[in-house]
C-alpha cells in the first residue's frame, strides 16, 4: 500500500493540507477527484518525491515501481523521441564504459575493485545493457503507434498526443508496476484519447489518475478517490457512482442533523418550562444532560463543497441559418490549413468540430469568428446573427490589473451591482472577491471569470473552443447542463467528451484532405473509430488529395466542367430556399404576434382568418424545410467536384 501519513502542506495564509492520512492500493485502477485548487497534483508530486510536505511522510513499498506522466511535460524539443525514451538510462553507456575500462585493465582482482565492479555488473544485468535497453525502447514505440520515420527526428515535428506516447515509452521501459497520470487527456484529439484508453485498459498494473473528463475515468478507473477539504474518501467503484453515493450520502447526513436540531429544540423548550418547577426539577436536570449528549452529535463545522451554477440567457432571434462557409481556404504563410471548406449552420444546431490535432479546428472557429481572414470563399453571419468566440487561450486575454467586477461591468455594458455580483456569484465569486484583480487569480478561477465573461452577454452563436480546460469535473458538468439548455446556436471544439455527448446534435469531421458531416451521434463516432474505420478515413483523405492533381484525361475534365454547373445551380436553388424560409419565418413571427396579442383575444373572426394563414405558413415553411434537405443532399453529391 502506498501510506499517506499526516501530511500537511500551506502556501502562506492558504491550508492544502491538515494532517490527510490514507492509504491507495497500488492494485487498484484509482481515479482521483476534487476541486480546483485541493492539492491532486501536488499529492502526486509528493509521492513521487518531487515535492515534500511540512510535515508527514508517505511511506511507499520498496519494490514497487512507479511511472509518473505529469500535468506538464517540458523537454528539449530538438531532442528525438528514441533519445527522450532512453534519457533516464543514459548512464548505462557511462557504466558500461566504466566495465570495460575495469576489465581492460585488469583490475578488477582487488576488494574495492572487486565490490565496484560487483556493483556495476550487477546493474548491467539488472536492465539487460544499454544496447538491450534501445532494442526494448524501438519495440515499445512500434507498439505504442509512434511512426517509425519519427524516431530520430526532432521532437518538435510530432503532434501533442505522438508526444505523450513518447513519454510512456520512457515510462514503460522502466516496467513500471503503478502508474500516476495527472491529466493525461490535457491537449489530445479525440483519436488519441480513444487510443489512450484502449492502451491503459490494456496496461496490468495499478493507476492513480487525475482529470477533469468523468467519461474517460469512467472507462479506465475501478476505484475513486476525493481530495476535499484536507480529507480522503475512498471508494469502491466509478466516479459516477461516487458522485451518486456522495450526493446520497450528504442527503441522509443533512436529515441526521436536522432531525437532531429538531430534537435539541424540543428538548431545550422542556428545560426552559420546567426547570422552575419543583415537580418537574428532576426531570428538567435529565433533560439537561440529554441536550449534552445530544449537541455532541452534532457534526463540527462543516464545510460544504462549492460548484458553480449558472443558466445562459435566451439567445436572442436570427434567422434561421446564422452561420454559413462557402468554399472557404484558410493558409497560414502560404500553407493552407484547410482547402475550399462549405459548412451550413442552422438555428439551434450544436455542432461537435471532431478531428486530429493540427486539422484546423480552431482556424475553423476564428473564420467563424471573423480573427482569421480567408484566403479565398466566404464566412456569412445570418440575418441577427450576435457571434461570441471563446478561445482556448482565453485566459492570455484576461487584463490582469482589472477587477473582476470591472471586467464584467466592461462586457454587460452597466454597473449594476446587484446583477454583477449575482452573476459572479454563480460563478462561485463572493464578497470582496469581486474586488480582486484578475491577475491574482487560480487558473481554475480564471477559466471560471472567463466564463462568465462570455455567458454575461452570449448572444445567439456561441464558438467555444477547448471550454473545460482547468474546470473541475462538477463544474464541467454544471457547464454541459447550462449548454445543453441553451437555445441558441453552438459550434465546440473539445477533447472533454463527457461535454460533447451531453450537448452536441451534429459531429462534423474535420481531418486533412476530408471535411463531412458524421452520420450519427458522438457516441456513433466513437463507435466507429474503435471498429478501426480510422484508416480508411485517412486513405479516402489520401485518395482525395492524389485525385485532384491526376485528372489529365480531357473526357474526366469535360464530365468535371458539367457537373460544377449542375453543383452551381444546386447551391443557388439552396440560397433561393434559405431566403425563402426567411421570409416565411418573419411572416409567421407578425401572425404569431397578432394570435397572441391580448387585445384581439375577443375579436373571433380576426383569430380564425389569422390561424388559417399561420396554418397555411407552417405548412409553406415545413414544405421548403424539406426542400432544402433535399437539395443539400444533393448538393452533397457534388463533393468530388467541390473547388
Not at 477587477?403 to 449594476?416: K, N, Q, Y
Request: proline share 4%; net charge negative; charged share 25%.
Amino acid at each position: 500500500m502506498i501510506v499517506l501519513n499526516g501530511l500537511e502542506k500551506q502556501f502562506g495564509a492558504k491550508i492544502i493540507y491538515d494532517r490527510i492520512s490514507g492509504a491507495i492500493n497500488p492494485a487498484n485502477r484509482t481515479g482521483l477527484v476534487g476541486p480546483n485548487g485541493a492539492g491532486k497534483t501536488m499529492l502526486m508530486r509528493i509521492i513521487m518525491g518531487e515535492d515534500i510536505p511540512d510535515r508527514g511522510k508517505v511511506t511507499i513499498p520498496s519494490d514497487l515501481r512507479l511511472g509518473y506522466l505529469p500535468q506538464e511535460m517540458l523537454f528539449d524539443e530538438t531532442i528525438t523521441p528514441l533519445s527522450l525514451a532512453l534519457a533516464p538510462f543514459l548512464h548505462l553507456q557511462d557504466l558500461e564504459t566504466k566495465l570495460e575500462r575495469l576489465y581492460a585493465a585488469g583490475d578488477h582482482h582487488g576488494s574495492a575493485a572487486l565490490d565496484e565492479y560487483a556493483r556495476l555488473k550487477a546493474e548491467q544485468d539488472l536492465h539487460g545493457g544499454f544496447g538491450a535497453l534501445e532494442s526494448r525502447a524501438k519495440a515499445i514505440m512500434a507498439g505504442l503507434g509512434i511512426p517509425r520515420d519519427t524516431w530520430d527526428r526532432p521532437l518538435s515535428r510530432l503532434s501533442g498526443g505522438f508526444r505523450m506516447r513518447v513519454i510512456l515509452a520512457q515510462i514503460l521501459l522502466v516496467n513500471p508496476d503503478f502508474l500516476l497520470l495527472d491529466e493525461p487527456t490535457n491537449h489530445l484529439d479525440y483519436d488519441s484519447l480513444i487510443w489512450l484508453e484502449k492502451f491503459l485498459q490494456r496496461f496490468p498494473g495499478g493507476m492513480l489518475v487525475i482529470s477533469h473528463d468523468r467519461d474517460f475515468l469512467d472507462r479506465i478507473t475501478d476505484h475513486t478517490v476525493e481530495l476535499f477539504n484536507g480529507a480522503l474518501t475512498d471508494y469502491s467503484g466509478t466516479v459516477t457512482g461516487f458522485l451518486v453515493w456522495k450526493e446520497q450520502q450528504t442527503a441522509t447526513e443533512e436529515r441526521r442533523v436536522r432531525h437532531i436540531e429538531d430534537q435539541i429544540a424540543k428538548t431545550q423548550q422542556f428545560i426552559d418550562r420546567f426547570k422552575a418547577k419543583n415537580t418537574k426539577a428532576a426531570q428538567a436536570r435529565s433533560k439537561e444532560k440529554q441536550l449534552v449528549r445530544l449537541e455532541a452529535q452534532l457534526p463540527g463545522k462543516r464545510v460544504v463543497q462549492r460548484t458553480a451554477r449558472f443558466s445562459i440567457p435566451l439567445a436572442t432571434p436570427c434567422g434561421s441559418v446564422p452561420l454559413k462557409l462557402d468554399e472557404v481556404t484558410v493558409a497560414y504563410d502560404g500553407n493552407p490549413v484547410f482547402e475550399r471548406l462549405s459548412l451550413s449552420v442552422s438555428r439551434g444546431d450544436k455542432v461537435a468540430v471532431i478531428g486530429p490535432n493540427g486539422a484546423g479546428k480552431s482556424t475553423l472557429l476564428k473564420a467563424c469568428a471573423g480573427l482569421v481572414a480567408p484566403l479565398s470563399g466566404n464566412v456569412v453571419a445570418g440575418h441577427g446573427a450576435q457571434v461570441r468566440y471563446y478561445s482556448q487561450h482565453r485566459m492570455d486575454q484576461i487584463d490582469a490589473h482589472r477587477t473582476l467586477f470591472d471586467t464584467i461591468a466592461g462586457i454587460v455594458g452597466t454597473r449594476d451591482t446587484t446583477f454583477i455580483q449575482s452573476l459572479l456569484g454563480a460563478f462561485l465569486f463572493s464578497g470582496d472577491d469581486v474586488l480582486k484583480t484578475a491577475g491574482v487569480l487560480s487558473g481554475g478561477e480564471k477559466s471560471r471569470l472567463s466564463l462568465a465573461m462570455i455567458l454575461a452577454n452570449p448572444g445567439n452563436v456561441l464558438l467555444l473552443d477547448e471550454p473545460t480546460n482547468h474546470l473541475d469535473i462538477q463544474t464541467v458538468e454544471h457547464l454541459a447542463e447550462a449548454l445543453s439548455a441553451y437555445d441558441g446556436t453552438i459550434l465546440l471544439v473539445s477533447h472533454d467528451e463527457f461535454l460533447i455527448s451531453r450537448i452536441a446534435n451534429r459531429v462534423v469531421e474535420l481531418r486533412p484532405g476530408l471535411f463531412r458531416d458524421f452520420p450519427g451521434a458522438p457516441a456513433d463516432y466513437r463507435a466507429y473509430i474503435e471498429a478501426g474505420y480510422l484508416q480508411s478515413l485517412e486513405d479516402i483523405a489520401r485518395q482525395r488529395a492524389s485525385e485532384k492533381g491526376a485528372e489529365k484525361d480531357g473526357e474526366a475534365k469535360e464530365e468535371r466542367v458539367r457537373r460544377r454547373k449542375e453543383r452551381i445551380q444546386v447551391q443557388r436553388r439552396i440560397e433561393r430556399a434559405e431566403r425563402d424560409i426567411d421570409e416565411t419565418e418573419k411572416e409567421l413571427q407578425a401572425v404569431r404576434t397578432v394570435l397572441q396579442d391580448p387585445a384581439n383575444a375577443a375579436d373571433y373572426q380576426l383569430l380564425h382568418e389569422t390561424q388559417v394563414r399561420f396554418d397555411a405558413l407552417q405548412h409553406r415553411h415545413d414544405t421548403l424545410i424539406d426542400l432544402w434537405g433535399k437539395l443539400q443532399e444533393e448538393f452533397g453529391g457534388y463533393e468530388d467536384v467541390a473547388e
